[in-house]
Every structure is written in C-alpha cells, then in structure tokens.
C-alpha cells in the first residue's frame, strides 16, 4: 500500500502566500517523479509543477516565477511553495508521484486527496 498524504492549504488574499506538502508513505521502493496538479471547478486537472529524482523541475506557464517546487528525498516528501497568489489559482491542488513499490516492479502513478487553496479578499 502507498499513500500520498496533502496538507497546507486553506484562504489566502491575493498577493499573499502558502506552501503545500505531500508525504508518500508505504511500501515505496524508489520514487521517481513527484508533481501537483489542480482542478479548478468546471475545469479539467492540470499539471502545475513537476519535480523529479535527479532534482529537474518543470512549471506550467501561469505559475513560472511565482511557484516553487522542492523534494525531501529522505522524507519522500515534496513540497509547492506558492508566492503572488491570485484569484485563478483558487483549485483543488493534487499531489501525484511516479514510483516503484516492494509489490510491483512497475512505474505506477499515484494520487493524494486533494487540498483545498482559495485566494480571495
């Protein structure tokens, strides 16, 4: 069993600031990949940030120069550091990780719960 466990979100004001953390736990042999996504209502899921083994990150255009992604290998946690916070990133932020466990020698995806992030005033 894996599971990946969201926290830190919650209101903001626009302009102000959160930071996000996913732990993966379980059987987890490697993790290769670790990413947040977000699914605003009526809209579909979208990439927001991306991170991987070797420290490579990627960034969806509408958060370049305001998001940060980060990785606690020892921890098999990552975080989103969100800074400029504006009404439109007001979604469900998911957490998702790319990973081999002790029971499937496969890459297999896995999603967290969702957290809730709204920035209004």
């Known amino acids: 069993q894996v599971q990946l466990v969201e926290s830190g979100g919650g209101l903001v004001q626009p302009g102000g600031s959160l930071r996000l953390s996913c732990e993966a736990s379980?059987?987890?042999?490697?993790?290769?990949?670790m990413g947040w996504y977000r699914q605003a209502p009526g809209k579909q899921r979208e990439l927001v940030a991306g991170?991987?083994?070797?420290?490579?990150?990627n960034y969806a255009d509408p958060v370049k120069g305001r998001f940060t992604i980060s990785r606690d290998t020892a921890k098999n946690t990552t975080y989103l550091l969100m800074n400029s916070l504006k009404p439109e990133d007001t979604a469900v932020y998911y957490c998702n990780a790319g990973l081999v466990s002790f029971y499937n020698p496969y890459v297999l995806e896995y999603w967290g719960q969702g957290t809730q992030v709204t920035v209004s005033s």
């Open positions: 991170i991987t083994s070797g420290g490579t990150t």
């Open positions: 379980g059987s987890i042999r490697t993790i290769h990949v």
